[in-house]
């Protein structure tokens, strides 16, 4: 049998924790309230370059992440030897990634707006007039994300509501972040890298090869991402 191997890149998060970590968690804690639903699917590496084995509260450093919804797939500027990080959870390390540049929080609405919509009032859909490359993260919460043209391996999309791309999906789709678990991902061309509605994921390898690169959409069955073909 001839063993088949492809290359895959993704997009991950570098975190750099600062002491005292007690204030650097509410700073965290005060982003993510900003900007709901940032980590969402998105891999984390930490890098402990910038505190020390005995700084206050790294024992609990990890578990407080977790608590949080960051998925930590990598650590850097750390020793297992160091005697707080006995009972970590170590990812495996990972090597070669180049660094992408800063990341920008996507910053809340003004707190003056009223927070209720009216009945009458739908959410709007972004609706996107070009393909998005490689690296590129896109996020809509406050509705629907039209894509009419191609996402690159790399990319991302996170909605509120449903994903749409008239095009290749080869990135990653997220969709129903803030609990929407009747969203759907819709795609011209399915290739995708991961699909997730309302915190429910699959990855590229679960979806059925006779998928691959036909028009398709992913929903929620029983907690549960099915991909199936469109008519």
């Known amino acids: 049998m001839r063993i088949r191997a492809r290359g895959r890149s993704f997009l991950a998060l570098v975190l750099s924790p600062e002491a005292p970590l007690s204030d650097w968690l509410l700073g965290l804690d005060n982003q993510i309230a900003r900007s709901v639903g940032f980590f969402a699917g998105r891999p984390v590496i930490l890098d402990l370059g910038l505190v020390t084995q005995d700084a206050e509260g790294l024992e609990g450093l990890q578990a407080e992440l977790i608590a949080r919804g960051i998925h930590m797939i990598g650590l850097e500027g750390a020793d297992r030897s160091w005697s707080q990080l006995d009972h970590w959870d170590w990812p495996a390390s990972l090597e070669g990634g180049r660094a992408s540049g800063t990341v920008e929080f996507p910053e809340a609405e003004s707190d003056t707006l009223d927070p209720v919509l009216p009945p009458t009032q739908r959410a709007e859909s972004l609706i996107l007039d070009r393909a998005i490359r490689s690296g590129q993260s896109v996020m809509h919460l406050d509705g629907d994300i039209i894509?009419?043209?191609?996402?690159?391996?790399?990319?991302?999309?996170?909605?509120?509501?449903?994903?749409?791309?008239?095009g290749a999906l080869r990135g990653r789709a997220i969709a129903g972040v803030g609990g929407q678990p009747g969203a759907r991902i819709f795609a011209s061309r399915m290739q995708a890298e991961l699909l997730a509605i309302d915190g429910f994921y699959m990855i590229a390898e679960e979806i059925e090869a006779t998928l691959h690169d036909q028009p398709a959409q992913a929903r929620l069955e029983e907690d549960r991402v099915t991909v199936t073909k469109l008519a």
């Open 147 to 166: 894509v009419l043209g191609s996402v690159a391996s790399g990319a991302e999309l996170i909605a509120g509501g449903s994903v749409h791309v008239y």
